[in-house]
């Protein structure tokens, strides 16, 4: 995976009005933990860090104070109408580290004739793979699955250098019967009203 870089400016004004100010300035505030260091505030590029971001598991590259650091998204916060970056909690690695992360679940293939439904139990598994290395998906075969058809976590070919970190008995996708549409309960009464009145 490649690594992106970002400009980073640590945060010493705290607060919601120091918040806003920073993002009317097109930055976004964000913490950076982890290895048993003090937690740093920093603010990062709004416009770059939202590209970064539509990379799952992205991997960081920053400078703080003159250091550089490796960091992984942990958490990101966004504006619930605009979709915009309130906040970001980055988590420091190293290279050569494992770290535990989640990854979607892609499904291909076509199922067993009929009228059969896929249901993802679970879109993402939590795996364990090496922190420049994460892998940003899994994709699994679902050809000829039938309705009662399931596949489990450890069911599932994971990429080289990634483990299974859940639960490996759990299920992430299943064929499910497509049930007949009942009548509205509008539409019911209404039939029964129409036979009263005949």
Do not use: C, W
């Not at 590209?51 to 991997?59: E, I, S």
């Not at 690695?93 to 896929?118: F, S």
């Amino acid at each position: 995976m490649a690594e992106i870089k970002l400009a980073t400016e640590v945060r010493t004004e705290f607060g919601k009005g120091a918040a806003r100010r920073v993002r009317r300035a097109d930055r976004v505030p964000g913490v950076v933990y982890g290895h048993g260091a003090e937690p740093v505030h920093v603010t990062l590029p709004g416009h770059e860090l939202l590209l970064a971001l539509r990379t799952a598991n992205v991997l960081i590259g920053l400078e703080i104070d003159g250091k550089d650091a490796l960091v992984i998204p942990k958490a990101v916060q966004r504006h619930p109408l605009k979709g915009t970056i309130e906040h970001v909690d980055l988590l420091t690695v190293k290279r050569g580290e494992k770290v535990q992360v989640e990854i979607a679940v892609h499904a291909e293939g076509d199922l067993a004739p009929g009228a059969n439904l896929l249901e993802f139990v679970q879109n993402t598994l939590l795996v364990e793979a090496e922190a420049t290395h994460i892998p940003e998906s899994v994709t699994v075969s679902v050809a000829g699955l039938d309705a009662g058809d399931s596949i489990v976590a450890k069911d599932i070919a994971l990429p080289k250098g990634a483990t299974l970190a859940g639960d490996e008995d759990a299920i992430v996708i299943q064929v499910v019967a497509a049930q007949a549409e009942e009548p509205a309960a509008d539409e019911a009464a209404e039939g029964e009203a129409e036979g009263t009145e005949a």
